[in-house]
Structure formats: structure tokens, C-alpha cells
């Protein structure tokens, strides 16, 4: 299914918008600073990130946590103590619309403009890690 369009600021400035998923497999991780789930999840994305950046992967953590005064020092203090190498999104609802989320963690895999995978929950990092796989083949990356 087609991402539609969209835009979320990100935590460093910026926005992840729709029109720049075209290029390569893109992951949106779907989290919160108070998910246990979506905090043993990281150091899989980081790694995931590590492996197959050069390949075309592109990663973005969606943070869901509620648009409050200390959000962004959360935030921030969560991507710095796990050391996330990867932009951090705020989403203030429209992407977790869009995308149906309904539990954290919530992966979306995109490759041009459409939705190819969805998980919600914890995720195998072999099964996250064949799915992107076979996109960046797909893509000949």
C-alpha cells in the first residue's frame, strides 16, 4: 500500500517527510521512552543500521511518547544513553494513524513509496533482518 504523505519534525531539526522514502528500504521504528519492549529492541535496530546502511537501508526511530514540556529532554536523553546512530522522528499522532499502530514496537519496512512489511511487537532480528534482505535485493542494493 502507498505511504501517502506525511512529515514529522525531527529531534535535530528538520522533518522526515514522505517524498524523501523513495530511494533505497526505509525502517520506521515506531517507540516510546517507557516501552521495555521497544528498549531491548535497539540495539537491534542499531545493528541492523550498522549492517546494511552502506546496502541503502535507511533507519528512523518514531518516538510516540506523549507531546508534553520534558518530551524532547526524554527524548533526547533516551537516543544519547542508547547511542542511536539514526534520526529520531516526534510523532504527535499522525504517523501512528497512518501506519495503524497500536502496540510499541512498531516496525514499518517502505521501499518505493509502499508500505512492504509491518510488525508490531518484538520482533526476531533474523526475521526483521531477511525481510530487509530481500528489499534491498529487490532494489539490486
Sequence with gaps: EAIGEFS???LDGGA???EELGDGVHLLAFWTTWCGVCESEMPTLVELD???????????AVNNDSDDLGRLEAVRGYRDAHALPFPVALDRGALRQRFRVRVFPHIV???DHQVRYMHQGR?????LAGEIEAL???AGR
Design 136 to 138: 534491498l535485493d529487490e
Design 8 to 10: 514529522a519534525p525531527l
Design 16 to 18: 522526515l517527510r514522505s
Design 109 to 111: 519496512l517502505i521501499r
Design 123 to 127: 520482533v526476531l532480528e533474523s526475521t
Design 50 to 60: 550498522r549492517r546494511y546502511r552502506e546496502r541503502g537501508l535507511r533507519v528512523t
